[in-house]
């Protein structure tokens, strides 16, 4: 099966720095690749996603890259605020029914 | 409007006991899960369910059960109660056509087995 691989597991920043955090895959057949942000007390939420024919995609601040040759992909922050402090999840999905495979979370921390 | 709402949010109870989950989209998605969050965050899929289909992770203890009464709704039902139960459940749904498309998550069930 699919395993997910996440790091850094914790990770502190200052407001206005930038946060990276990578995910590697061990399936190539695995085709889409979404982010979630777990907010405290909340369920999981996408905050964007990439699939396999798209190589980067932004939005605002958030972006993400895939290099499938490598089987990593990897979320990038910018201009970090205090209220991108969360839970952050990568997944990797092989389509159809196949249930998503999550990592294993980073906690991000944003000190003001 | 709530898309995914789970009942109830926290749980407390002894072990031993039987208790249940629910769990309602109203996304007209086809296919439901289950998850275990430890307290180190980690998410385990228990489940995934839709109209043909339940996979089970096999891993999971058979005093786990899920049961769909219709498209809309995957309840989570636990027998025998044990301290390591004590997590956060959440339920999640998605639709699974020929494309992937995000899963939307409920609030999660806080589960305390004292």
């Known amino acids: 099966g699919e395993n997910v691989e996440q790091h850094p597991s914790t990770l502190s920043v200052q407001e206005g720095d930038s946060a990276v955090i990578k995910c590697t895959y061990s399936?190539?057949?695995?085709?889409?690749f979404p982010w979630y942000k777990q907010e405290l007390g909340k369920g999981p939420q996408l905050i964007i996603d990439?699939?396999?024919?798209?190589g980067e995609k932004k939005d605002q601040r958030i972006a993400v890259t895939l290099n499938k040759t490598a089987k990593h992909f990897s979320l990038h922050i910018t201009e970090t605020q205090p209220e991108d402090s969360a839970v952050y999840f990568c997944?990797?999905?092989?389509?159809?029914?196949?249930?998503?495979?999550f990592g294993r979370g980073t906690s991000l921390i944003v000190h003001p | 409007d709530t898309a995914v709402s789970q009942t109830p949010k926290y749980l407390v109870t002894q072990m031993g006991n039987d208790k249940s989950i629910k769990c309602e989209q109203n996304?007209?998605?086809?296919?439901m899960y289950w998850y275990k969050q430890d307290s180190k965050k980690f998410l385990k899929i228990m489940f995934s369910?839709?109209?043909?289909?339940?996979?089970i992770n096999e891993t999971v203890p058979n005093r786990f059960s899920p049961k769909s009464p219709d498209k809309a709704h995957l309840n989570l039902h636990i027998n025998s109660l044990e301290l390591g139960d004590s997590a956060v459940y959440f339920c999640?749904?998605?639709?699974?056509?020929?494309?992937?498309?995000?899963?939307?998550f409920g609030q999660g069930t806080r589960l305390t087995v004292v």
């Open positions: 990439i699939r396999s024919n798209v």
């Open positions: 996304l007209g998605h086809d296919t």
């Open positions: 399936d190539s057949a695995s085709n889409y």
């Open positions: 999640a749904s998605s639709h699974t056509g020929q494309g992937n498309t995000e899963a939307f």
């Open positions: 369910y839709n109209n043909k289909e339940l996979i």
């Open positions: 997944a990797a999905s092989m389509g159809g029914s196949y249930i998503p495979t």
